[in-house]
């Protein structure tokens, strides 16, 4: 199976089985929520899916990464791109959703030129279903506790 369906398919036969038992629905009536997640087994695949290489979290102590940092975007300290639980999905599955000014400014001008791509890699390729629900939790439960307002509709 092409490996760009492989995430895609796993994802929506997950939400598929969880709604056929009624756990994919929040029941306070807030959207779509992940079963489960567990934050710890989030804080790991958030280092070994190498997002500290451009990420860390607002008060939450992480690993350095191997290497110099290519970017240093603080998630959980300010409203910006992530103001819900639906917009962490988003924004781990469509990285391309939206560009962050500061990485802007580490581009050439040609790169400016050429239309920009974000950095961030596209983990839906090698990243599990689990990986991904951990992951969640572990970043909702950092914006729940840093952020004012997050997750208000």
Do not use: W
Not at 35 to 64: M, R, Y
């Amino acid at each position: 199976m092409n490996y760009s369906l492989r995430f895609p398919l796993l994802l929506l036969s997950s939400v598929v089985a969880f709604h056929s038992v009624g756990l994919a629905a929040d029941p306070a009536g807030k959207g779509f929520r992940f079963p489960g997640g567990e934050i710890e087994a989030g804080k790991e695949a958030f280092t070994s899916l190498n997002c500290i290489q451009c990420h860390t979290v607002s008060n939450v102590e992480l690993t350095d990464p191997k290497g110099n940092r290519r970017l240093e975007l603080m998630l959980a300290k300010e409203k910006r791109f992530v103001k819900s639980y639906e917009d962490l999905v988003t924004a781990i599955t469509n990285p391309k959703h939206v560009v962050a000014e500061q990485y802007r400014a580490i581009l050439t001008d040609e790169e400016l030129k050429g239309g920009i791509e974000p950095l961030m890699p596209d983990l839906t390729i090698d990243m599990s279903a689990r990986q991904l629900m951990d992951l969640v939790a572990f970043l909702d439960a950092a914006y729940r506790g840093g952020l004012s307002g997050y997750d208000l509709k």
